[in-house]
């Protein structure tokens, strides 16, 4: 079973950027894919970016599209968030989540796997 922790997360104003890691330890293989997720208080939990296993295709929510970018070292067996221009509406505590291999969902019931997450503020 893969175990990850997160990192990166902190006070940012408005259009400034933070870039989140996700470090993967345990399991027996890197083949599972990764999403990013947000949550809110008094929200639902949001699915924002995933990278599948298979050729590394990408998905954005709309909410994101154009501001972060999903990245991931298999060498290092992490996986990283950029995010730009982060705004109001960003603020949440991010988690990252392994799911099976070559899905491309920000679906959150396929993923098995997911980190404590980290606190992403943004304020003036």
Same mark, same amino acid.
């Given at each position: 079973?893969?175990? /990850?922790?997160?990192?990166?997360?902190? /006070?940012?104003?408005?259009?400034?950027? /933070?870039?989140?890691?996700?470090?993967?330890?345990?399991?027996?293989?890197?083949?599972?894919?990764? =999403?990013?997720? &947000?949550?809110?208080?008094?929200? @639902?939990? @949001?699915?924002?970016?995933?990278?599948?296993?298979? %050729?590394?295709? $990408?998905?954005?929510?709309?909410?994101?599209? =154009? &501001?972060? $970018?999903?990245?991931?070292?298999?060498?290092?067996?992490?996986?990283?968030?950029?995010?730009?221009? /982060?705004?109001?509406?960003?603020?949440?505590?991010?988690?990252? %989540?392994?799911?099976?291999? &070559?899905?491309?969902?920000?679906?959150?019931?396929?993923?098995?796997?997911?980190?404590? =997450?980290?606190?992403?503020?943004?304020?003036?």
């Amino acid at each position: 079973q893969v175990q /990850l922790v997160e990192s990166g997360g902190g /006070l940012v104003q408005p259009g400034g950027s /933070l870039r989140l890691s996700c470090a993967a330890s345990g399991g027996t293989s890197n083949d599972y894919s990764i =999403g990013w997720f &947000r949550q809110a208080p008094g929200r @639902e939990r @949001e699915g924002i970016a995933c990278l599948s296993s298979h %050729a590394g295709a $990408t998905y954005y929510a709309p909410s994101v599209r =154009g &501001r972060f $970018t999903l990245s991931r070292d298999y060498a290092e067996n992490a996986a990283s968030l950029q995010m730009d221009d /982060l705004r109001p509406e960003d603020p949440a505590v991010y988690y990252c %989540a392994a799911g099976p291999p &070559r899905i491309l969902s920000v679906q959150s019931n396929y993923y098995d796997n997911w980190g404590q =997450g980290t606190q992403v503020s943004v304020s003036s």
